[in-house]
């Protein structure tokens, strides 16, 4: 596609529910990232993936998240049993290769833990 | 780690006047500094980046500096548009140098507001 696509767009959840958040990386980006943006804590980079190297897991907050990325496209950021400190827009973003920075974020998922 | 420092938090100009943003970091290791500009509802756009081995870099009505020796860089706007009105936010990372040097971290934005 011509953007990094993102779904949903918003999540409400119950707390202690699961959830699972979709990032589709322009065509051919071998890096992806996500971060995190709250009111109380900015932008947060949470994991990144490179190729088929092993993912940097370094800043998610807790092992309640976890992150994988199929055959190098698709990555899936899944929450366990959320909490309402959950609630933010995680935004995924993708760069053409490591090493460049990242220049392209998706407009990202509005969770909302009730 | 890295620590990056924004100000200001809001700033407000009236259309056709300059805005300026301004950041520190903490860490001498840090070799890229860009920004991004956030509108509503949507993602960061990279506007600019700069890297440490110039001082300044332009792209038409924005600009960048960098002082490496104070460790603060800023963000420029000349000749503002009701368009720019939105969050920015500046950002440092390490690239190139291996493990852990793609991760950005982020001031905490400035809102501008142009006023029309």
């Known amino acids: 596609g011509a953007g990094v696509s993102q779904s949903p767009s918003n999540k409400v959840t119950e707390k202690g529910k699961d959830v699972e958040l979709r990032c589709d990386p322009i065509?051919?980006?071998?890096?992806l990232y996500w971060y995190r943006q709250s009111l109380g804590q900015g932008l947060e980079f949470l994991i990144y993936f490179q190729g088929n190297s092993a993912p940097d897991k370094s800043g998610l907050p807790s092992d309640r998240f976890s992150a994988e990325r199929t055959g190098g496209s698709v990555s899936t950021l899944t929450i366990q049993r959320t909490q309402q400190e959950d609630s933010a827009v995680y935004l995924c973003?993708?760069?053409?290769?490591w090493g460049r920075g990242v220049d392209t974020f998706g407009s990202g998922t509005r969770l909302t833990v009730v | 780690g890295e620590n990056v420092e924004q100000h200001p938090s809001t700033l407000s100009v009236q259309e056709g006047d300059s805005a300026v943003i301004k950041c520190t970091y903490s860490?001498?290791?840090?070799?890229?500094f860009p920004w991004y500009k956030q509108e509503l509802g949507k993602g960061p756009q990279l506007i600019i980046d700069?890297?440490?081995?110039?001082g300044e870099k332009k792209d038409q009505r924005i600009a960048v500096t960098l002082n490496k020796t104070a460790k603060h860089f800023s963000l420029h706007i000349t000749e503002t548009q009701p368009e720019d009105s939105a969050v920015y936010f500046c950002a440092a990372s390490i690239l190139g140098s291996g493990a852990g040097s793609y991760q950005l971290t982020f001031g905490k934005g400035t809102k501008l507001s142009v006023i029309p």
């Open positions: 973003a993708s760069s053409l290769e």
């Open positions: 700069i890297r440490s081995n110039v």
């Open positions: 065509s051919g980006h071998t890096a």
């Open positions: 860490d001498s290791a840090s070799n890229y």
